[in-house]
């Protein structure tokens, strides 16, 4: 007997399966859109002077958080500043690092 995916039901008599939006399918289309950080979204109107966080710096760059601190170590990444407990990077700096071709 064919498997269907959760999506899916069995086909109708023309053998054309019948597609449908579940629930589940709604609340993981609208995580994964609020799962883009608002700093990433509007990085382009952001002025130089601000800061973002590093799901931001992981995402401008697609790399992930061990390679944000490894490149920050080594200096291929701006070094990143504390503000209150809170660890952000100087946009300016990640947009002179992104004008160069990144990494």
Same mark, same amino acid.
């Given at each position: 007997m064919?498997?269907?995916?959760?999506?899916?039901?069995?086909?109708?008599?023309?053998?054309?399966?019948?597609?449908?939006n579940s629930p589940t399918s709604d609340r993981l289309k609208a995580k994964s859109e609020k799962a883009i950080p608002a700093a990433l979204r509007d990085f382009d109107s952001l002025p130089n002077s601000a800061n973002v966080r590093q799901p931001v710096v992981e995402a401008l760059f697609g790399i992930s958080a061990t390679t944000v601190w490894?490149?920050?170590?080594? %200096?291929? /990444?701006?070094?990143?500043?504390?503000?209150?407990?809170?660890?952000?990077?100087?946009? %300016?700096? /990640?947009?002179s690092i992104l004008g160069k071709g990144g990494e």
């Open positions: 064919p498997r269907y995916s959760a999506t899916q039901s069995k086909p109708d008599k023309k053998g054309v399966p019948h597609t449908h490894r490149r920050s170590k080594n %200096g291929l /990444l701006p070094t990143p500043i504390r503000l209150g407990g809170t660890t952000v990077w100087n946009v %300016g700096q /990640l947009r």
